[in-house]
């Protein structure tokens, strides 16, 4: 990620508030070195604007990750170009839709149609997939 962003390790030490901390960047690029700490990463996905997924997960879907990972796995897109997020969040209406059910009513990526709205929509009763756009994805889609 840091060689993504075109940064030093200095560079990655100064936004982690110490540049003489230098050295421990170069420790934690090293793929032998297993000591990091929670505070570490976090501060790490907090200078990159990334998320950190910290679980406990079977073997088998160690192994699965660590042999299908790719550049994208490995050096994930930060808050600002996470299209896919940016892409979420037109999709409010999905969101709200599952949290009342255990059950997913929709795909997870269902395609829309733009619909233009002369009228207040009343938000607080059920309304059908179609029916609802919100004002980012006719933006989007504009």
Do not use: C
Not at 1 to 29: C, F, H, T
Not at 58 to 65: F, T
Not at 101 to 130: C, G, H, L, N, Y
């Amino acid at each position: 990620m840091r060689l993504a962003e075109g940064w030093e390790q200095k560079d990655v030490a100064a936004k982690m508030g110490n540049p003489k901390l230098q050295p421990m960047i170069s420790r934690y690029e090293n793929p032998d070195y297993g000591r990091y700490s929670i505070t570490t990463l976090l501060e790490l996905a907090k200078v990159f604007d990334v998320a950190l997924i910290v679980r406990f997960a079977k073997y088998s879907e160690l192994v699965r990750w660590d042999i299908h990972k790719t550049s994208a796995t490995l050096q994930p897109s930060n808050y600002a170009n996470d299209a896919e997020l940016q892409f979420m969040a037109t999709e409010t209406w999905m969101w709200r839709q599952e949290s009342r059910t255990q059950e997913p009513t929709a795909p997870i990526f269902m395609p829309m149609r733009t619909i233009e709205f002369t009228e207040e929509i009343d938000t607080s009763t059920d309304v059908k997939a179609d029916q609802f756009v919100t004002a980012n994805t006719q933006q989007a889609a504009a």
